[in-house]
């Protein structure tokens, strides 16, 4: 079944810290497959989808990212994240072969206040 993409090899990780205050360029970061799962070469790969949900294990939101390694949290969700959301990528085949989940990564988003925009005395 050399269609199937090995997933083993993509470790996903991100750039945020729990509970820290949001900030727009929260990046995830995974690694490039290089073998399919019966050990053979992956030379069709075509891209990964980023799976997200604010419960560990449940993904309500899927975006198709093309066949990029590092993507912005808020882009790709079109949505300031607040609260906890974990993450998972896939990556896909020309044939449209989806892989496994790579491994969760979760994180706490949290959004300051603007401060005021005028001070005065009077």
Not at 55 to 69: E, F, I, L, M, P
Not at 87 to 109: G, K, R
Request: proline fraction near 6%; hydrophobic fraction near 40%.
């Amino acid at each position: 079944m050399k269609w199937l993409i090995s997933i083993a090899v993509i470790f996903l990780t991100a750039t945020v810290l729990i509970a820290l205050p949001y900030q727009p360029k929260t990046t995830l970061m995974w690694e490039t497959p290089t073998t399919n799962v019966d050990g053979s070469p992956l030379t069709d790969l075509a891209g990964f989808k980023v799976y997200w949900g604010t419960v560990s294990g449940t993904y309500t939101g899927v975006k198709d990212v093309g066949n990029v390694v590092t993507v912005n949290i808020a882009q790709t969700m079109a949505v300031t994240p607040k609260g906890n959301y974990c993450f998972v990528v896939t990556a896909y085949d020309v044939a449209l072969n989806e892989s496994d989940y790579s491994n969760e990564v979760c994180a706490t988003f949290s959004k300051k206040a603007s401060p005021p925009k005028t001070l005065g005395i009077q």
